[in-house]
Structures are given as structure tokens and as C-alpha cells.
């Protein structure tokens, strides 16, 4: 549904009120409704909230991003919330090392900017996975004692930091994840294994994370300040 200059995605549930959020990090506009509510309906509370997403979004944009990364020696990289100086370092045997302050990237031969790219999201992918697979073994008995069969994937172009597939035990997890500190991944894996029980962030949801992850709020402040890792690039 299209309100002003926004795509609305609206999907209809069976709850009792109206939910409308704007997602970085490109400003996705969603609302939840009734299933009963008619289009009309919709459509006018969407257009008595236009002044309020057109706030949040400006916020979004405005939020910076990272420079286009070049895969260059000198440039920054982040793993685990830490910065590393990317050194491309000539050697028979390719991959990536970490030392105190360097992510060196070792190649055989010069490799092209998309290369490099690959080169650093498949290590991505690798760190994030084993990161990730130990904290769904540690939360899911927590979290979802009595549920048996959820999975978990990696996924390079999610819009969000994670996404939770109630209907089929499925959880998904951004690769950009990679990028931002473990306590913040722990929050998501926290935050999306409890939407198996409400898919709302309302009071039931928000109780439910208190009860888990006491500190979960000073974790998702400290993981927006890092939302322009996932922003895209300018």
C-alpha cells in the first residue's frame, strides 16, 4: 500500500491494535493490522501517520555511512566491534589473519575489488557462524525449552539484523552482524528466538526479554551506534 511518497508493507494478524515501525537501514516502512481492518481504514490511519514516517526516515538518512569500501591497505575494518587497518599482504596461501591492530589479507596474485570483497565476507561468514552457533546452543534451551526443529541461517542481503519465520522454525541473521560486538549479536539471537512466543514488541515481548536478557536495552543502544556498519554505502 502506497501513503505519500512510502511503500507500506501491511500485513494482517491476529492482534488487536496497530503497529507501524520504520526499519533501518533503509527505512522500510511496515504495519501491522487486524485482521478484520478494511483497506479504508488502513489506508487513513497510514495518511494521519505520514508527518511521523516522514520524520523517522529523515532521521535514518541522516544517520552516517560508511565511505564505499575500496579493499586497500590503510582502510578500516571492523570484526566484533573492533577496528582492524586492512594490510593486503602478496602470498602463496590465501585467507586473512588478525594481529593486534591489522586484518591482513594475504593473496597470491592482485586481486580485484570485488575479490577482496568476497575474500573478507566469506571470513565473515566463518567467524559470524561459529559466534552464532554457540550462542543458539546456549539460548535456545533458554528461550525455547519446549520448541524442537529451529533452524538458523547467515544471510548476506537482510535488511534487518535478524528475522524470525514463526510459521517455519526459521531464524535468519545478517552477515553485517560480523561487524558489531558480541554482546550486541547475543541481544539479537535473544531478541529474534523470543519472537517464537509473541511476534510483537509489546509488553508481553518486552517482559519476556527482561526476564532472559536483563541488560537487552543497554545492548540495543549500544548496537545502533553501530548502524552505520550496515547502512549502505555511500
Known amino acids: 500500500m502506497k501513503v505519500g511518497e512510502f511503500e507500506v508493507d501491511v500485513e494482517r494478524k491476529k492482534i488487536k491494535n496497530m503497529h507501524l515501525s520504520v526499519y533501518p537501514p533503509e527505512g522500510r516502512v511496515h504495519l501491522s493490522v487486524p485482521e478484520h481492518m478494511t483497506d479504508w481504514d488502513i489506508s487513513t490511519f497510514l495518511f494521519s501517520k505520514l508527518g511521523w514516517i516522514r520524520k523517522q526516515f529523515k532521521e535514518i538518512e541522516s544517520q552516517p555511512r560508511q565511505t564505499e569500501r575500496e579493499f586497500v591497505t590503510g582502510e578500516s575494518h571492523y570484526l566484533f566491534g573492533n577496528r582492524y587497518l586492512l594490510q593486503i599482504i602478496p602470498d ?7 594481529t593486534t591492530n591489522f586484518m591482513e589479507m594475504h593473496e597470491s596474485k592482485k586481486q580485484t575489488r570485488a575479490e577482496r570483497a568476497a575474500m573478507l565476507f566469506t571470513y565473515y561468514r566463518n567467524e559470524l557462524n561459529t559466534e552464532l552457533e ?6 535456545l534451551p533458554i528461550v525455547c525449552p519446549d520448541m524442537e526443529g529451529i533452524k538458523w541461517e ?10 524470525c519465520y514463526q510459521s517455519q522454525k526459521r531464524v535468519v541473521f545478517s552477515l553485517l552482524l560480523a561487524r558489531v560486538p558480541c554482546r ?13 512466543h509473541v511476534r510483537e514488541h509489546d509488553e508481553n515481548f518486552t517482559r519476556l526479554l527482561d526476564t532472559h536478557l536483563p541488560d537487552w536495552r543497554a545492548r540495543k543502544q549500544e548496537l545502533d551506534n553501530f548502524i552505520a556498519l550496515a547502512l549502505p554505502e555511500k
Do not use: A, P
Not at 554457540?134 to 539460548?139: G, L, P, Q
Not at 547467515?154 to 528475522?163: P, S
Not at 539471537?189 to 523470543?194: D, P
Open 92 to 98: 602463496m596461501h590465501l585467507g586473512i589473519t588478525l
Open 134 to 139: 554457540k550462542m543458539m546452543t546456549r539460548w
Open 184 to 196: 550486541c549479536i547475543e541481544y539479537v539471537v535473544v531478541h529474534e528466538l523470543t519472537h517464537f
Open 154 to 163: 547467515i544471510d548476506m542481503v537482510l535488511r534487518r539484523w535478524g528475522q
